[in-house]
């Protein structure tokens, strides 16, 4: 079965950029149907997804966050990672990792999902 | 790009049937047939419930069911269990490959 896991700092300064990773196991990162992505859920709210990455390296974003994330793909590890730039206390949420499933080439729906990390933007 | 509307919480008794909406516009959910529906319990990762607007993942009860009319997706958990007690999300695909979530539903197994 497919497994997820992100890793990275979970405090972060105001101004500075998030870094995480996502390592997957049992599972091929490079598999021609395989869309990753990274979703966030700030304390007490609700999910926002951040976007999307095709194992080639083709990248999607969400329009709001699109000017300070970048998504990449290292197929050599079997991870792929986030990084958003000039965080502020507002990007403080749980982080995760999931398979952005589907068929016919296309991504439909989000699983299996990591178990999600708690990063917490404060000086 | 606007986040999807559900209603802040619904509720139910045991054995009942509760529907949980999502609204959006006819760029997101009324544009397409990618809906989807994630159930999550209090600090645990959301799972997939419903897919493709009516399919659901294997293993998942078939209690639950999805469904679409115009700008609006529906959930409806038939024969409510008290282990349905979680919070709900929506999402769908917005075109140009990119998805909204809608802001969750906590439903309340009375």
Redesign the interface.
């Known amino acids: 079965q497919l497994h997820l896991q992100e890793s990275g700092p979970g405090l972060v300064k105001p101004s500075e950029t998030l870094s995480l990773t996502c390592t997957v196991s049992v599972g091929s990162i490079s598999s021609t149907t395989s869309y990753w992505g990274w979703?966030r859920q700030p304390p007490g709210?609700?999910?926002?997804?951040i976007g999307?990455i095709y194992y080639s390296g083709s990248t999607?974003?969400?329009?709001?966050l699109k000017s300070r994330v970048t998504i990449s793909v290292d197929t050599s590890k079997n991870q792929f990672s986030l990084k958003l730039t000039s965080v502020t206390a507002a990007d403080t949420a749980v982080y995760?990792c999931t398979r952005h499933?589907g068929y016919n080439n296309f991504p439909?729906?989000?699983?299996p999902?990591?178990?999600?990390t708690l990063v917490t933007v404060s000086s | 790009q606007s986040a999807l509307t559900q209603p802040r919480s619904v509720s139910g008794s045991p054995g009942q049937s509760v529907t949980i909406s999502c609204t959006g516009t006819s760029s997101d959910v009324g544009g397409y047939n990618y809906v989807s529906w994630y159930q999550q319990y209090p600090g645990k990762a959301p799972k997939v419930i419903i897919y493709d607007v009516n399919k659901r993942p294997s293993g998942v009860p078939d209690r639950f069911s999805g469904s679409k009319s115009d700008n609006t997706a529906s959930l409806t958990i038939s024969g409510l269990q008290a282990e349905d007690e979680a919070d709900y999300y929506c999402c769908s695909y917005a075109g140009s490959y990119t998805w909204v979530f809608g802001g969750g539903t906590k439903l309340t197994v009375l």
């Not at chain 1, 439909?108 to 699983?111: A, E, H, Q, V």
């Not at chain 1, 999902?113 to 999600?116: E, I």
């Open positions: 979703i709210k609700g999910l926002e997804w999307t999607y974003y969400n329009p709001s995760y499933s439909r729906w989000f699983d999902w990591g178990q999600g």
